[in-house]
């Protein structure tokens, strides 16, 4: 089982709709959580980061975060074209000196005007 | 958020050349760094850990004297592709760390002819 999973996609939604993004994870360890955004050609945008369960708010998107389930969402709400993209989950945790950073590997999203 | 800025963001070089890409800290000190590299349509793949004042950590499968990096200030690393052949061409990135999370550069897209 590999650590972190993630639909690839490809995702195509109509402009106003609301977007579902996820990912599943299988250590227990991880502490943050994060969702980035990579348009083609670009460096990754870091979106949202979270280290508690629960939803965590920032205009249109929601990152939500539950534990018990390994399983983190990114929400986005009205979503626009200016959103399509390929959205990276990530999660770490520090521990005895050791640092660990996993990625997702990428779920590329179009929203259709 | 913190920035990260990496440059060029794209070069073309004849195959036989070494070509060297920055990757900068702006606004906070950075003892470690990080260069991914990533191939069309996939996700990141780590290569090295860059360590400011110690030689970098490689990951396996990567070529440390192909890959030469440099850490020679808190806000600078430096990967060098030395030799460069049509294989590497690809998209590399940098990253740097603020406490668990990391933020990117905007990439240097290398294309050798």
């Known amino acids: 089982q590999k650590e972190v999973e993630q639909d690839p996609g490809p995702l195509s939604v109509p402009e106003g709709a609301i977007v579902s993004l996820n990912c599943t994870y299988s250590n227990s360890a991880f502490q943050y959580f994060m969702w980035y955004r990579q348009y083609s050609r670009k460096g990754p945008e870091l979106l949202m980061y979270?280290?508690?369960?629960g939803n965590k708010e920032d205009g249109r998107f929601t990152a939500q975060v539950d534990k018990s389930s390994k399983y983190i969402s990114l929400f986005i709400r009205d979503s626009q074209p200016s959103d399509s993209a390929t959205y990276l989950c990530?999660?770490?945790?520090?521990?005895?000196?050791?640092?660990?950073?996993?990625f997702g590997k990428g779920t590329k999203l179009t929203v259709n005007p | 958020g913190a920035v990260v800025s990496q440059h060029p963001s794209w070069v073309i070089c004849k195959s036989g050349t070494s070509v060297k890409i920055e990757c900068r800290s702006l606004d906070f000190q950075a003892t470690t760094m990080f260069w991914y590299r990533q191939f069309p349509k996939q996700s990141l793949m780590l290569m090295a850990t860059s360590n400011e004042g110690s030689k970098a950590t490689y990951e396996q499968g990567v070529e440390k004297d192909k890959f030469l990096i440099n850490h020679a200030s808190l806000t600078l690393s430096t990967l060098t592709v030395t030799s460069a052949h049509p294989e590497d061409s690809s998209f590399y990135i940098c990253s740097a760390r603020v406490r668990d999370i990391l933020f990117f550069g905007s990439g240097t897209q290398l294309s050798v002819l």
């Open positions: 979270t280290y508690s369960s």
């Open positions: 990530a999660m770490s945790f520090a521990q005895g000196g050791s640092e660990k950073l996993v």
